[in-house]
Structure formats: structure tokens, C-alpha cells
């Protein structure tokens, strides 16, 4: 399976915008690219997921380089409640894996007030 | 929509013992898969199951069961648990209409204490 490399931590002041960046050098063509994120005390939660171009939603922004190679998940206004970790997660498109969702270490973010 | 539920929230056993936790998925959601998260190894992938059926395994012992029943919900049993079995559990659903945009949705998890 393709992995992915992201930064143990970041910090971010409250209402700034935060890049939260992922590398996925070995990435295949089938490979979508998903982010979720762990709140203190809960669950994993689905952030978003794009394949090759830029993908907005309600929570965030992901920008995907053009070689695919490494994307960025952008909060663009930071708040107290976006302090969690950050998993970005490569799910093939084949469908060979099901629902399996293969967790990197992922970068903790931490939010100043 | 009701979220994920699992039960018990938190159990503490002791070694050698056997533990049974349970998992509710959404209303209508078909998959049901399965996480151990620890401080050492993160989240780790345990199994799925659809239409109660397991469709994929991850890389832990035979001790590690599960099983789905017709309604979805789905169990999973620790058999001759050890004091490393201690982790939360984490329970996710999904409608598996399409694997690559299937969105997963976590339970709260089953935090185990073994001693």
C-alpha cells in the first residue's frame, strides 16, 4: 500500500488558516486521497476526500499538487474545536481493500487561543 | 440519523479473562469494521464485515474474533486477553455503495483496561 508522511505537529493561532500538509510520494493512479481527523476522547471523523483536483466542503480545502505526490488540507479559519489530529489516508479506488482505512501516525494540531 | 453506538464504554478485565464488545452501526449501513487504537501503534485496522461477512482482516492473533448478525450490528471477542490487549476500540460503518467514496463513520469507541 502507498503511504503517506506527515508532520508529527503543528500549532496554529485561533482564526488564522492552517496548512496541514501530507506527502504520498508512492501514490497510484487508483489512489484517492481522504483526511479525517480524531477530537480529543472521540472518534475518527471524515474530514474530505479528493483524487486530482482541489475539493472544497464545509470543513476544509484540499489542495493536491499536480503530480499528486503530496496534497494539503487547509482550515481557513482555525478555531479551539479544530485541535485534533489529523490522519490523510490513500484509498484505492479498486475497491481491493474495502473499507479498510490504513491510520499514519498523523499530525497532531494544536490551536492557540 | 443515529450515530455509531458501541457497548460497553469502558470495561476492565483481568488477564486471561474473555471480552465480548458490541457495535450498533448507522440505520442502513451494510459494513461494519473494526480498530484497535493504542499509544504505541496507532490506529490498527482489526477486520470488516458485510452482510455478515468478513470481508477483510488485519494482522493480529486468532484470539481477535468477530462476527455480524443479520440486523448489521456486529460483535467482536478478545479471547485470553493479555495486558497489551489494553487499547480503545473503535467501531466504524459505512454504506459501502462505493469504496473509494465511502465515508466511514467512527463510533465512540470501547475503552478496554486489562490487569
Known amino acids: 500500500d502507498a503511504k503517506t508522511t506527515q508532520p508529527n505537529s503543528m500549532e496554529s493561532n485561533e482564526e488564522e488558516p492552517v496548512h496541514l500538509p501530507c506527502n504520498h510520494s508512492?501514490?497510484?493512479?487508483?489512489?484517492?486521497i481522504h483526511w479525517y481527523r480524531q477530537l480529543p476522547s472521540q472518534g475518527p471523523e471524515y474530514v474530505i476526500h479528493g483524487l486530482t483536483s482541489n475539493v472544497n466542503n464545509r470543513m476544509a480545502s484540499l489542495a493536491i499538487a499536480e503530480d499528486r505526490k503530496s496534497s494539503t488540507l487547509i482550515l481557513h479559519r482555525a478555531t479551539l474545536r479544530d485541535a485534533a489530529v489529523y490522519y490523510c489516508?490513500?484509498?484505492?479506488?479498486?475497491?481491493?481493500?474495502?473499507?479498510?482505512?490504513?491510520f499514519g501516525g498523523g499530525t497532531r494540531l494544536m490551536v492557540k487561543p | 440519523k443515529a450515530g455509531v453506538t458501541q457497548t460497553p464504554r469502558y470495561l476492565i478485565k483481568t488477564r486471561g479473562q474473555q471480552v465480548t464488545l458490541s457495535c450498533s452501526p448507522i440505520?442502513?449501513?451494510?459494513?461494519v469494521s473494526w480498530y484497535q487504537q493504542t499509544p504505541g501503534q496507532g490506529l490498527q485496522f482489526l477486520f470488516e464485515?458485510?452482510?455478515?461477512?468478513?470481508?477483510n482482516k488485519g494482522n493480529f492473533p486468532g484470539r481477535f474474533s468477530g462476527r455480524q448478525f443479520s440486523n448489521s450490528r456486529s460483535e467482536m471477542n478478545v479471547s485470553t486477553l493479555e495486558l497489551g490487549d489494553s487499547a480503545l476500540y473503535l467501531c466504524?460503518?459505512?454504506?459501502?455503495?462505493?469504496?473509494?467514496?465511502?465515508?466511514?463513520?467512527f463510533g465512540p469507541g470501547t475503552r478496554l483496561t486489562v490487569l
Open positions: 466504524a460503518s459505512s454504506s459501502r455503495t462505493s469504496a473509494t467514496t465511502d465515508t466511514q463513520y
Open positions: 489516508i490513500l484509498r484505492d479506488a479498486r475497491g481491493n481493500a474495502g473499507n479498510m482505512l490504513t
Open positions: 464485515y458485510f452482510s455478515e461477512t468478513q470481508r
Open positions: 508512492t501514490i497510484s493512479g487508483t489512489d484517492y
Open positions: 440505520s442502513g449501513h451494510r459494513s
